[in-house]
């Protein structure tokens, strides 16, 4: 048989109950907390009564500075502690989530990039890849042999050029 739902008015009912005794564990805790802290600082404070020669006075400053000294020193270590025990919690809650296996993969979205940006965006901006591989190949100059060039008398050549009108055609044949 199906369950019979609770009626609107009786929620509403519970629930301000429980907010009742909420309220009231609540105040219950801090009157508590109150007279804990009173109870410390009557046992590790006791009243002060200010001497009234100088010498005197002198101690209790020199006293509550030593006092003052060791409570650093406890609240340092404290702190220390705390930090290496938060750090310690961390790194076992991450070993609980590789343990459990239960990632919370992203969603990966197409990107649609040339090969040429793929490579420069792994292997980042300080390398120049390119995937043109002409462009890679060494550049070799096919040298003309000095012999081939000189087909010609070399007496011949400088006797046209010797003069003015050798100048000329050197002029000539450069532009």
């Given at each position: 048989?199906?369950?019979?739902?609770?009626?609107l008015s009786r929620r509403n009912q519970l629930k301000s109950l429980l907010l009742l005794i909420g309220q009231v564990w609540l105040e219950k805790e801090a009157k508590e907390a109150e007279e804990e802290k009173m109870k410390h600082m009557e046992?590790?404070?006791?009243?002060?009564?200010?001497?009234?020669?100088?010498?005197?006075?002198?101690?209790?400053?020199?006293?509550?500075?030593?006092?003052?000294?060791?409570?650093?020193?406890?609240?340092?270590?404290?702190?220390?502690?705390?930090?290496?025990?938060?750090?310690?919690?961390?790194?076992?809650?991450?070993?609980?989530?590789?343990?459990?296996?239960?990632?919370?993969?992203?969603?990966?979205?197409?990107?649609?990039?040339?090969?040429?940006?793929?490579?420069?965006?792994?292997?980042?901006?300080?390398?120049?890849?390119?995937?043109?591989?002409?462009?890679?190949?060494?550049?070799?100059?096919?040298?003309?042999?000095?012999?081939?060039?000189?087909?010609?008398?070399?007496?011949?050549?400088?006797?046209?050029?010797?003069?003015?009108?050798?100048?000329?055609?050197?002029?000539?044949?450069?532009?």
């Amino acid at each position: 048989m199906a369950e019979k739902k609770m009626s609107l008015s009786r929620r509403n009912q519970l629930k301000s109950l429980l907010l009742l005794i909420g309220q009231v564990w609540l105040e219950k805790e801090a009157k508590e907390a109150e007279e804990e802290k009173m109870k410390h600082m009557e046992e590790n404070c006791p009243p002060l009564s200010i001497p009234g020669c100088m010498q005197e006075l002198q101690e209790l400053c020199r006293k509550l500075h030593k006092q003052i000294d060791l409570v650093d020193d406890e609240r340092y270590d404290m702190e220390l502690k705390v930090n290496k025990t938060n750090k310690e919690i961390d790194d076992l809650k991450v070993k609980i989530q590789d343990l459990n296996g239960k990632f919370k993969k992203p969603a990966l979205k197409k990107v649609r990039m040339s090969a040429d940006a793929l490579l420069a965006a792994l292997l980042g901006s300080k390398h120049k890849v390119s995937m043109d591989l002409r462009a890679n190949l060494k550049q070799v100059k096919k040298e003309v042999k000095e012999e081939e060039k000189q087909t010609g008398d070399w007496r011949k050549n400088i006797e046209d050029k010797a003069g003015m009108g050798g100048r000329k055609k050197m002029f000539e044949t450069e532009a």
